[in-house]
């Protein structure tokens, strides 16, 4: 967390009779890395990126600042990572439900690019719930580790969408739609689906989820027995998760680091973090880069999950509803 007395920065410059206020962190300015775990004798660097609430690049809007999206963030960090050859390896603390397919997907993508092209490993370790989107990311490391008691799984796609087609009759509203195209208004929450409305749709989230099984059996080795069992959309417990072929390990993020400095070849490495604003008090569990932004709540309520009545947009996601 940024202390009080940088909390508030305001920075007022003169130009052509304007002024401008600053107030907050700029997440323009460079990065800082910080050293969290300090190794005895280090010949490499860990640095432990956060991927924490939904899966999605939607920034935190406030009074007077907005702090970059998910996706934004890590990205920012991996492009930092990749240019310092310090740092041999990157761990990823995960604390996720899932989310959006399409940024999973970019997740995943990006995450397998990074690794091709810079050559250093990416260890994940989960925390309380790393399932669906964010097993999906996941599926790119070179090693997946959760707690004992971390839900994993969720292997699956749903997709939500309101219908207030009931309640329109019930005040007295009628909403007219002139479309082109059969399917141009499937979904519309101001009508009935139709059973050619339900089939098409469940097509189009079939679809989705034969990209995610395909994924999850190519990069696990899972037999088609083992498939048939993680389709089911389950969440595992850390030994069984293990035991179903979703992850590679049981432990704790304090020997995470450690085991991704191994995997990366090297044997002592201090773990690092990206901050805007440096903390002498930082440890494995403060948090990252965000600068004292908040990340999105893993509760169902308070994180937008239950569309038109708490904002969640309509669409398809790799989610888990707790």
Known sequence: ??????????????????????LGPSYDDPLKQQVVAKAKAADGKVLMIPIE???????????????????DKVMMQ?????????????????????????TSDIFYHELKAFKARSGKKVYVQMMDVGASGAYYLALAADHIQVHPTTLTGSVGVITLLPNVSGLNEKIGVEVKTYKTGENKDTGSPFRETTQADDVYLQTLVDEMAQR???????????????????????VYLGEEAVMAGLVDSVGYLSDASEQACALAGKTQCDLVTYRFEANANANVYSPNMQAGA???ALNLIQSNLLSPLTELRPGSYYLYLQ
Do not use: H, W
């Open 1 to 22: 967390m940024l202390k009080k007395a940088s909390v508030l920065l305001v920075s007022i410059s003169l130009l052509s009779g304007c002024a401008t206020i600053k």
């Open 53 to 71: 609430g939904l899966i999605a690049n939607e920034g935190s809007k406030g009074l007077l600042s907005q702090s970059p999206g998910l996706l």
């Open 78 to 102: 991996l492009r930092e990572a990749e240019r310092d050859d310090s740092i041999q390896a990157v761990l990823l603390k995960v604390n996720s439900p899932g989310g959006g397919v399409t």
């Open 212 to 234: 995610f099984y395909a994924l999850v059996q190519q990069q696990r080795g899972l037999s088609d027995s083992k498939m048939n069992e993680i389709k089911q959309a389950k």
């Open 294 to 296: 908040q990340a999105p």
